[in-house]
Structure formats: structure tokens, C-alpha cells
């Protein structure tokens, strides 16, 4: 017989938490850097706990089989990876092994390493939601935050509102531990005075009738979360739309370094408005958003990353915050739509093809279907015809003529003979006059000079590497000195390393005439940001040139990447051999 209710229900809560965990403790990680996930993640899932649990530092070299100078090691690393979040770990007698820092920056740091390492979706998959939250308590959760949110029509991305959950789920277990975030008066009294502030109200209101709490002043947190979350782009901006002047002023820069007008663009003006609203109570707060696209953005849309980054400098001198790197990959997402309306990144279009064939229409469909099999992207077969039907009118409409069958009577530099069975030879032979027609007007070799390449240099971070080839540059006339810490501060705001033991540094503003870049080889690898380098290639292009940009990039970023040339060049460090591979590599 149950005699204490409440106790029953608290004893019978406590079980199922720990058996919640087991599984987590039962994983027991033998690698230097699994040791430091596992031992962030415990003491990380130790704040949630309803009970307070002392984490003891001896106890951690039993659990995992070490040594105390290893652990010692351990904790070093641990720090290192803490660093970001502006925490680190505190070893007493008293409290044992803990994290300690600002409330907030710990909340984050818990959503960040814990609820995010496994990806956008799936929450009740994430072993750390399991061991601490009921799957009663996330759905329940999830009700309250969707009902409201849709009543005062905020319209989150499904990301941001993932986020809210989140921290919401957070925010209850922080606060039953008597850790909640405090804010100024200024701050509270602009919450107040936002729509945001009243769906908290409304929110808290729920939770705490719903799960019988006390939330305090966690409605302040939860307003912070919810205006400073990516929403859904909603009617074209007013005259008098927010943050008018910023993003004038981000325009006419643009403008002014890179020669892209995009003043006219409603669609961008809509979305920078939008996005500035939520990203500038983000760096309010420093709430750095996660940003999985990062990587791709950078490197398949670099003239777009470029734009962000102009964008984010105007930020910072406007509002004195500094633009994180996730936020400038999120800003470039627009500048990538910009310029795909303004044709600036525009793909090239199809060739229009017809394919003349003696043997008949199976036949001719055979070779059609090849061809589309092998350069649908890049020909677009309009007409499959007979010798008799073609004429000069038709060979003036189209781009290429591909025929099994002689057509002396007909003099154009369009028609190519292949065979009836297309065979390997026929392919490369396609794929080669694609190849010449689509070779561009750059000068590798005036642009890659090789007084400006470097080879079997050593050098120990990437502050000297850069002030050697900015040197060179500016001796040469190719730089001026404004361009050369412009470099600097490009470095500054996000770092240029590619992987694969190539950077790509280069000039935020230019006034010289000629586009030049600058190749070295390191004898060897220094670490860069985050990898190692070998391969640096410093971009200096004028804005009067700067639609050549991109293309001078991607070349980069395909043959040393891509066809993994660096690996060669590491090897050879030589410069006819480097060139001739750019200008094969169209």
C-alpha cells in the first residue's frame, strides 16, 4: 500500500531518470577527443538534473580507465573547447568537477554540444533528451509553443522553432535549479514593448499551469529566443521599413567596391530587413545561430559570401557588434538569390543541338538519348532530322549540328561528323568543342604571375604568410597599403581556409587596376583557423574586374579540390605545369 503519494510519484520519477541515463554511462570512450565529448556532455547533462549530482574528478579516472596526468590532459583540452562559449571547468572539494559561467552562455553552450550534435530534426532520438525529458514532456511542450505561436502569428522556420523548443525544455530544468538569466532594465523594457513579449507571456502562462512551476522571470529568456529567431519572409517592405539606413548604406558599399547594384532589389531589401531584425538580437546577446550550410555557401557561392562580408563590416560599424561567421553564411544566402534574379550567377545556357541521321528515327533517337545521357546540361537536342531536311535556315537557328551522314553541300563550322554508333571517341570530341566554346577571356598567366610565386618557404602562422605576400604584392604596385589590411580584416571576419591544405585569402577593397593572385607552397603545413595549410593563394581583384571573381574561384576551388591538384602542386611546385592545369580545367 502507497501511503505518500508525492513521494511514491518522486521515487518513481527518480528511477526512471536513471534508468534513462544508463545507457549513456554505459558507453565508456577510450579516444583523447571522445574522453573530452564525454566528460563535457556528463557534466553539460549534470546542470539538467533534478537532483544535484557532485561529479568527482577521481571518479571520472575509475569510470574511465585513466590515468591522472591523462584527465589532467583531458580537462586542458576541455577548456580549449569551452573557450568559445566564454566558460570553463572548475575542480573543487566542495562542488567537485563543474562548468561555470554566465547563465546564458551555459544554456547555449547545453543547446549547442548536447540538443544540436545530432542534426536539425529528430529530437527524441538524441539520447541526452532522453535521459532528462519525459516524451511526454517534449510533446506537451511542443503543443503550448505551436497553439501560441500560430495565434500571435510569428511564423518561425521549422529551425527556429525547433530552437525555441529547445531552449524552452532547457529553461525548465535550469530554473527548478535556481539558475535563471537576468537582464537590464534597457533590455527588459524593449522586450516589453515587443509582440514577442506577449506570446512569452502567454507561453509561461501555459507551462505553468500545464507542469505546476514557477517560471519567474524566464519570460525575459523566452522573449529574447523568440525575436531574435528566423522567420518567414512576409509582404514587400514599407518606405519606412527597419533598419532603412543600414542597409542602404551595405548597398552603396557593395556598390562601391565590387561595381553590383542591387539598391533595386525589393526581394533582397525585404529579406536583409527581416534577417536583421532577428540577427541583431542575436549578436545583442552574442547567441551565435548554427549554420550547417556554411561550408557550401563558401565555396559555391563565394562573389554571394563576398557580399555578406561587406554587409557584415557596414554591421559592425553601425552597431559596434561583431558579425560571427554563421551569420554572415546566412546573409550570403540572400546575396546568392540577389544575384541569381540580377543573371550575375546565372549558369550558361544549353547549346541547341540537331542531330542528323541517314539510318532512321531509331537510330537518331539512340544518339539523342546519348547525348542527353552526356551533356544534358549542356546541349539540348531540338531536332533529329534526315539529310534531306536540312538546310542553311535550320543550321542558322541552331548552335551545333552533329551528323552521321556527309553534308558537303553545306558550309558551316557547326556541323560535326560522328558516327552512327556514338561511340567514345565521338564523346570526347563533343566534350571538346563545348571546351573551346566555352573557354573565357582570362590570361592565367598575366594574372598568375610567377615573380608572385612561392615555393619551399616556411613560415609559423598565417599573420606572417600574408604580410610576406602582401608585401610582395605592394613592392610590385599590384596592392596598395589599404588593400593590404583589407586583407586582415577579410581574414578577421571569417576565416579563408577551404581544407584539403588550401586557403584562399584576399582583398576586401581594391583600387589597383589589374587582377593578380599570388601562389605559395609552404615546405610545410602551418595550422591555418581550424586546419592545416600548404597551399595559400592570395586573391587580389579590382572591382572594375570583380565579375571575374567567381570565376577565378571556382577554377581554383575545381582543380585543387575538386581533381585534387593541390596534392600535385604540393608535389611538383611548379608553376608552367599549375597554369596549363587552369586553363585545361574549364
Known amino acids: 500500500k502507497i501511503e505518500d503519494q508525492e513521494k511514491f510519484l518522486t521515487f518513481q520519477n527518480e528511477m526512471e531518470e536513471h534508468k534513462r541515463e544508463k545507457d549513456f554511462k554505459n558507453i565508456i570512450p577510450s579516444e583523447p577527443e571522445d574522453r573530452v565529448k564525454y566528460i563535457i556532455s556528463k557534466l553539460l547533462l549534470s546542470t539538467l538534473n533534478g537532483r544535484k549530482e557532485k561529479i568527482e574528478f577521481f571518479d571520472l579516472e575509475e569510470e574511465l580507465f585513466i590515468s591522472t596526468s591523462t584527465l589532467k590532459k583531458d580537462f586542458r583540452n576541455i577548456d580549449k573547447v569551452l573557450k568559445p562559449y566564454d566558460l570553463?571547468?572548475?575542480?573543487?572539494?566542495?562542488?567537485?568537477?563543474?562548468?561555470?559561467?554566465?547563465?546564458?552562455?551555459?544554456?547555449?553552450?547545453?543547446?549547442?554540444?548536447?540538443?544540436?550534435?545530432?542534426?536539425?530534426?529528430?529530437?527524441?532520438?538524441?539520447?541526452?533528451y532522453q535521459s532528462i525529458f519525459k516524451e511526454q514532456e517534449i510533446e506537451k511542450l511542443r503543443e503550448i509553443l505551436l497553439d501560441v505561436i500560430s495565434v500571435y502569428n510569428l511564423r518561425l522556420t521549422d529551425l527556429a522553432f525547433k530552437n525555441v523548443l529547445i531552449h524552452s525544455l532547457i529553461m525548465l530544468k535550469r530554473f527548478a535549479r535556481q539558475k535563471s538569466v537576468?537582464?537590464?532594465?534597457?533590455?527588459?523594457?524593449?522586450?516589453?514593448?515587443?509582440?514577442?513579449?506577449?506570446?512569452?507571456?502567454?507561453?509561461?502562462?501555459?507551462?505553468?499551469?500545464?507542469?505546476?512551476?514557477?517560471?519567474?522571470?524566464?519570460?525575459?529568456?523566452?522573449?529574447?529566443?523568440?525575436?531574435?529567431?528566423?522567420?518567414?519572409?512576409?509582404?514587400?517592405?514599407?518606405?519606412?521599413?527597419?533598419?532603412?539606413?543600414?542597409?542602404?548604406?551595405?548597398?552603396?558599399?557593395?556598390?562601391?567596391?565590387?561595381?553590383?547594384?542591387?539598391?533595386?532589389?525589393?526581394?533582397?531589401?525585404?529579406?536583409?530587413?527581416?534577417?536583421?531584425?532577428?540577427?541583431?538580437?542575436?549578436?545583442?546577446?552574442?547567441?551565435?545561430?548554427?549554420?550547417?550550410f556554411l561550408d557550401s555557401i563558401?565555396?559555391?557561392?563565394?562573389?554571394?559570401?563576398?557580399?555578406?562580408?561587406?554587409?557584415?563590416?557596414?554591421?559592425?560599424?553601425?552597431?559596434?557588434?561583431?558579425?560571427?561567421?554563421?551569420?554572415?553564411?546566412?546573409?550570403?544566402?540572400?546575396?546568392?538569390?540577389?544575384?541569381?534574379?540580377?543573371?550575375?550567377?546565372?549558369?550558361?545556357?544549353?547549346?541547341?543541338?540537331?542531330?542528323?541521321?541517314?539510318?532512321?528515327?531509331?537510330?537518331?533517337?539512340?544518339?539523342?538519348?546519348?547525348?542527353?545521357?552526356?551533356?544534358?546540361?549542356?546541349?539540348e537536342v531540338i531536332k533529329t532530322c534526315s539529310q534531306q531536311e536540312v538546310s542553311q535556315e535550320l543550321i542558322d537557328q541552331v548552335d551545333l549540328v552533329l551528323t552521321t551522314a556527309e553534308l558537303s553541300e553545306l558550309q558551316s563550322d557547326k556541323i560535326k561528323k560522328?558516327?552512327?554508333?556514338?561511340?567514345?571517341?565521338?564523346?570526347?570530341?563533343?566534350?571538346?568543342?563545348?571546351?573551346?566554346?566555352?573557354?573565357?577571356?582570362?590570361?592565367?598567366?598575366?594574372?598568375?604571375r610567377k615573380e608572385l610565386f612561392f615555393y619551399d618557404v616556411e613560415f609559423k602562422n598565417k599573420e606572417e604568410i600574408l604580410e610576406h605576400m602582401t608585401r610582395e604584392m605592394q613592392i610590385r604596385g599590384l596592392i596598395s597599403k589599404e588593400g593590404s589590411k583589407s586583407v586582415f580584416k577579410r581574414e578577421e571576419m571569417s576565416t579563408t581556409e577551404l581544407g584539403n591544405m588550401v586557403a584562399i585569402p584576399h582583398a576586401m577593397s581594391n583600387d589597383s587596376e589589374e587582377a593578380v593572385v599570388s601562389v605559395m607552397v609552404l615546405k610545410k603545413p602551418i595550422l591555418w583557423e581550424n586546419e592545416k595549410v600548404q597551399v595559400v593563394l592570395l586573391l587580389n581583384v579590382p572591382k572594375s574586374q570583380y565579375n571575374m571573381w567567381e570565376v577565378v574561384f571556382k577554377r581554383l576551388y575545381q582543380y585543387l579540390i575538386g581533381d585534387q591538384g593541390v596534392t600535385k602542386l604540393i608535389k611538383d611546385k611548379d608553376y608552367d605545369d599549375f597554369i596549363r592545369h587552369l586553363e585545361r580545367n574549364e
Request: charged share 35%; proline share 1%.
Open 182 to 292: 537576468t537582464y537590464e532594465e534597457n533590455d527588459i523594457k524593449t522586450f516589453e514593448k515587443k509582440v514577442e513579449f506577449e506570446c512569452a507571456q502567454e507561453i509561461i502562462k501555459r507551462i505553468q499551469k500545464e507542469f505546476e512551476v514557477d517560471l519567474g522571470n524566464e519570460v525575459y529568456y523566452l522573449t529574447q529566443h523568440l525575436i531574435s529567431s528566423q522567420r518567414f519572409l512576409i509582404d514587400d517592405p514599407k518606405e519606412d521599413y527597419e533598419y532603412k539606413n543600414e542597409i542602404e548604406k551595405i548597398l552603396i558599399k557593395i556598390k562601391e567596391e565590387t561595381n553590383i547594384d542591387l539598391s533595386d532589389d525589393k526581394q533582397l531589401i525585404n529579406g536583409l530587413a527581416m534577417h536583421l531584425s532577428a540577427a541583431l538580437q542575436r549578436m545583442r546577446f552574442d547567441m551565435n545561430i548554427r549554420n550547417e
Open 88 to 128: 570553463k571547468t572548475s575542480i573543487t572539494k566542495k562542488d567537485g568537477v563543474k562548468i561555470v559561467g554566465d547563465e546564458a552562455k551555459i544554456r547555449y553552450c547545453i543547446s549547442e554540444y548536447i540538443f544540436n550534435s545530432k542534426g536539425y530534426f529528430g529530437i527524441e532520438e538524441n539520447q541526452f
Open 418 to 448: 560522328i558516327n552512327l554508333f556514338l561511340d567514345e571517341t565521338d564523346i570526347q570530341l563533343i566534350g571538346n568543342i563545348l571546351k573551346e566554346d566555352q573557354k573565357d577571356e582570362i590570361d592565367y598567366r598575366k594574372i598568375f
Open 298 to 379: 563558401k565555396n559555391m557561392y563565394p562573389l554571394a559570401f563576398e557580399l555578406a562580408v561587406i554587409a557584415g563590416e557596414i554591421i559592425e560599424e553601425n552597431f559596434q557588434f561583431r558579425t560571427q561567421e554563421n551569420e554572415i553564411g546566412f546573409l550570403a544566402m540572400h546575396f546568392g538569390a540577389a544575384l541569381e534574379r540580377k543573371g550575375l550567377n546565372e549558369k550558361k545556357p544549353r547549346k541547341k543541338a540537331i542531330i542528323v541521321c541517314y539510318a532512321g528515327v531509331a537510330t537518331a533517337m539512340l544518339i539523342k538519348e546519348k547525348i542527353e545521357q552526356n551533356f544534358g546540361h549542356k546541349i
